[in-house]
């Protein structure tokens, strides 16, 4: 699986159309813990008591924030090495924004 963009994001289209592909997708992180963002790239909105962490190491659990609490951004995820951390007690969803697999877009180039 390709994580870069094959589809182009217009600008100023602002539907689920052939020229923006936003599917929104949401994350659920309990309490403390931590769940895996699955493969993709996502634009994160910023979420009060989350942390975007990534892998450092190739062996080993070593993690390291990315974005901290409360701060959004993009992330690319290989569905393993990156996650979501609640940093305080207590339910909290994330929203993401990432391409839409399922709109095509018609035009010259595509395949």
Do not use: C, H
Not at 65 to 90: F, Q, Y
């Amino acid at each position: 699986m390709s994580l870069a963009l094959n589809k182009i994001i217009l600008a100023g289209a602002n539907a689920n159309s052939a020229g923006a592909y936003f599917l929104t997708t949401t994350f659920s992180v309990a309490n403390t813990t931590s769940t895996l963002v699955t493969a993709g790239t996502y634009l994160i909105a910023a979420t009060a008591n989350v942390n975007v962490e990534i892998q450092t190491a190739s062996t080993g659990n070593t993690w390291t924030t990315l974005l901290a609490n409360g701060t959004g951004g993009m992330v690319i995820s290989d569905g393993v090495n990156v996650r979501l951390t609640g940093t305080a007690a207590g339910a909290k969803t994330v929203t993401a924004l990432s391409v839409n697999p399922v709109a095509n877009a018609t035009g010259q180039f595509n395949t």
